[in-house]
C-alpha cells in the first residue's frame, strides 16, 4: 500500500465526521425557544454562573464511587476465566481486593467519607 | 506460569510492596509520628536497590507483554540510583511542616510512577507500554501540583497533565495506525510486519514517536518543560528532568532498535532534524534564563538533543553510549539539582543572580555545583566529557559529520550558560550575598554520591565496558 490509501483515509475520515455534523444539522425538527440554547438543557431557567465554588467532597465522593464502579468492571472479565485458572485466579483477584481495601481504609483516614 | 517466573519482575514487585508497606504505615501511625514514614521509606528503598543489583534471570511472562534482560536490568538499576539520590535530597523539604500531612503520599506516587516506567521499559507490547507510560505520567503530575498553596506549582501541574493528554492521544493515535495495518500489538510480531512502503504505518510510527517526544521534551514538542520545571518543588523537578526523561530515553531506544529497525532510513532522517533543532533551541533558550530551574530545564532540553547523537547510530556502540550519557548524566544533572535545591530549601532564593559571592560564603557547594556544571558541559575531568566524547564517535562512526558538527558548536555555545553561574559564584561580587549555612546530612550524602559517581564513571573503564557488553546494535 502507498500513499493512497493514506489519501483515503484521510478524506473517509473527513467525509465521516462532516457528514455526521452536516447530516444532525438537516434531520432534526427545529424547536427555537430560549432555553433550547442553554448548556446544559434540564429544562428549569438556570441561574447564576457555573463559575463558583462548590464542596470538595462531591468531587471526593464521584471517586470513591468511580474506583468502585470500575472494580466492578475488573470482576467481569475475571469472572469469565475463573473456571479455566482456579486458584491462581482467585489469589489474584484477592490481592486486587487488599489493594482497594487498602485504598478504601486510606480514604476513610483522610476523611474522605465525611460529609462536612 | 509459577511464582519463580515472577522474579522476573523483582523490581516492580519490590517497588509495589514498598508503596503497599508506606501506604499501611500512614493508615496505621498517628498524626504526630509521620515522622517515621521517611526512614521508613528510604531503608525499604535502599534495599530494593540492593535487590535490583543482584544477578538477574532474563525471560519474558504474560506471553511476551512483558520481557527482561541484562541490559534491562541496568537500565532500571540506574534509574533506581537516580531515585535513591533524590530520595536523599528530599528528605528535609519533605519533613517541612507544611509538607508533614502528604508525607506519604509524596513517597507513594514517586515509587508508582517508577513502576510506570519500569513497566513501559520491560513492556513487549504497545499494550502494556501505554499503561507503563500513563501509570508514570498522571501521578507526576499530582506531584508536580505537590506545593498546592503556591500558584506556580498548581499551574506546572495543570500544564503537565493537559500536555501529557494530548501527547498520549497522539500516541494512542499512532498505536493504533500500526495496529491496524500490523494486526497486532505485540513488539515481536510488529517487527516482521514493518515496512517502508505502507505509508499508514509510517504516519502511526511518527504519531507514536511524537508522543514519546513528548515525555523527552524533543523540540517541536518541548514546550511544557520549562513551565512545569520551574512550578514543581526542586525534588520533582529532577525527577522530571532526570529519571521521567532517562526512562522515556531508554524505552525510545529500544523500540526503535528492536521494533522499527527495518524503517532505521526513515527514523534516522528524523532523529537528524530533531537532533540538530532540540540541541540548538534548548540551547539558545538556556543562555537567556535566570531562574535555576527553567535553566536547567532549557538544560536539560538540549542534553537530550545530544542523547540522540548515539541514537541515530543505530550500532551497539551508540546504544552503549546512550546508556551510559544518562548514566552520566543521572549523576551530573542531580548534583546540579541539589545544590539548587538545598540553596532554595535555605533561603528561597532560585535565581542565577542570587548566586553572586557564593563562593566567598559557602565554597563547599559552590564547588560541587561546578564540579556538576562541567560535567554537563563536558569539560574533560569529569564523566560529562566522556559521555559526550562516546555519542559524538557514535554518530561520527557512522558518517553523520555534519550532525556532530553542529553539537560540536553547541558545545561550545552551551559552554558559554553553563560557565555563568560559575562566573557568578566566583568572581561576581554581591553586597548581600547567600549567607553562610549548614546543608543537613542526608543532602549531603546524596551530594557525595553525585559527586563520587561523576568522577568514577568518567575515569574507570569498566561502567562503559560492562553497558558495552550488555547492548546490541540493529
Given at each position: 500500500m502507498n500513499s493512497e490509501g493514506l489519501i483515503l483515509f484521510f478524506l473517509l475520515g473527513l467525509t465521516l465526521v462532516g457528514f455526521a455534523i452536516v447530516f444532525s444539522y438537516f434531520i432534526p425538527r427545529k424547536s427555537e425557544n430560549l432555553q433550547k440554547y442553554e448548556t446544559y438543557e434540564c429544562g428549569i431557567p438556570t441561574y447564576g454562573l457555573s463559575w463558583i465554588q462548590f464542596n470538595v467532597g462531591y468531587y471526593l465522593f464521584a471517586i470513591m464511587f468511580l474506583i468502585f464502579d470500575v472494580e466492578a468492571v475488573f470482576l467481569f472479565p475475571w469472572a469469565v476465566v475463573m473456571k479455566e485458572l482456579k486458584m491462581v485466579a482467585f489469589i489474584e483477584i484477592l490481592i486486587f481486593f487488599v489493594i482497594l481495601g487498602l485504598g478504601l481504609m486510606y480514604a476513610w483516614k483522610k476523611q474522605a467519607l465525611k460529609w462536612e | 506460569m509459577s511464582i519463580q517466573s515472577f522474579l522476573l519482575m523483582r523490581h516492580e514487585l519490590m517497588l509495589i510492596i514498598i508503596a503497599l508497606i508506606v501506604l499501611i504505615a500512614e493508615i496505621f501511625t498517628p498524626d504526630h509520628k509521620k515522622g517515621i514514614i521517611t526512614p521508613l521509606a528510604i531503608i525499604l528503598f535502599s534495599i530494593s536497590l540492593i535487590v535490583g543489583f543482584l544477578p538477574a534471570i532474563e525471560g519474558n511472562l504474560f506471553g511476551g507483554m512483558y520481557n527482561t534482560s541484562s541490559l534491562i536490568v541496568l537500565m532500571k538499576n540506574i534509574l533506581n540510583i537516580g531515585v535513591f539520590i533524590i530520595l536523599l535530597q528530599s528528605n528535609k523539604w519533605i519533613n517541612l511542616l507544611d509538607n508533614r500531612i502528604k508525607i506519604s503520599e509524596f513517597y507513594i506516587l514517586l515509587f508508582i510512577t517508577l513502576t510506570g516506567m519500569f513497566y513501559m521499559i520491560s513492556s513487549g507490547d504497545f499494550l502494556m507500554f501505554y499503561i507503563g507510560l500513563e501509570t508514570a505520567t498522571i501521578p507526576i503530575a499530582a506531584l508536580v501540583a505537590f506545593d498546592r498553596y503556591n500558584n506556580k506549582s498548581a499551574e506546572g501541574g495543570i500544564k503537565l497533565i493537559l500536555s501529557s493528554a494530548l501527547s498520549s492521544g497522539i500516541l494512542l493515535f499512532g498505536i493504533s495506525l500500526i495496529f491496524g495495518t500490523?494486526?497486532?500489538?505485540?513488539f515481536k510480531d510488529v517487527v516482521g510486519m514493518v515496512s517502508a512502503n505502507d505509508s499508514m504505518m509510517i504516519l502511526g510510527f511518527i504519531f507514536f514517536i511524537s508522543g514519546i517526544s513528548f515525555k523527552i521534551s524533543l523540540v517541536p514538542f518541548h514546550l511544557w518543560a520549562a513551565d512545569v520545571y520551574e512550578g514543581a518543588p526542586v525534588s520533582i523537578t529532577s525527577y522530571l528532568s532526570v529519571i521521567s526523561k532517562g526512562a522515556a530515553v531508554f524505552i525510545f531506544m529500544i523500540v526503535l532498535y528492536s521494533v522499527f529497525n527495518s524503517i532505521s532510513d526513515i527514523w534516522k532522517n528524523l532523529i537528524y532534524v530533531i537532533a540538530i533543532a532540540t540541541i540548538t533551541i534548548g540551547n539558545l533558550f538556556a543562555l537567556r534564563q535566570d531562574n535555576f530551574k527553567r535553566y536547567l530545564a532549557f538544560s536539560s532540553i538540549a542534553q537530550a538533543g545530544f542523547i540522540l547523537l548515539g541514537l541515530i547510530s543505530g550500532t551497539e556502540l551508540g546504544m552503549a553510549s546512550v546508556v551510559y550519557y544518562v548514566l552520566v548524566y543521572v549523576f551530573s544533572n542531580l548534583a546540579a539539582f541539589g545544590v539548587v535545591s538545598i540553596i532554595s530549601f535555605q533561603t528561597g532564593k532560585e535565581n542565577i543572580s542570587d548566586y553572586n559571592g557564593l563562593y566567598k560564603t559557602n565554597p563547599k557547594l559552590s564547588l560541587a555545583l561546578t564540579l556538576s556544571l562541567f560535567s554537563l558541559a563536558g569539560?574533560?575531568?569529569?564523566a560529562g566529557f566522556f559521555g559526550k566524547f562516546f555519542l559524538f564517535t557514535a554518530a561520527a562512526e557512522k558518517g553523520y559529520y555534519i550532525l556532530v558538527l553542529i553539537a560540536l558548536l553547541n558545545t561550545i555555545i552551551s559552554l558559554y550558560y553553563y560557565l555563568m553561574p560559575i562566573k557568578a559564584m566566583f568572581i561576581n561580587k554581591s553586597d548581600n550575598p547567600i549567607q553562610t549555612f549548614k546543608t543537613d546530612i542526608t543532602s549531603k550524602i546524596a551530594l557525595a554520591i553525585c559527586l563520587v559517581g561523576m568522577v568514577l564513571v568518567g575515569f574507570s573503564s569498566t561502567f562503559f565496558e560492562t553497558i558495552l557488553k550488555y547492548c546490541f546494535g540493529i
Open positions: - | 500490523t494486526g497486532s500489538i505485540y569539560i574533560p575531568p569529569v
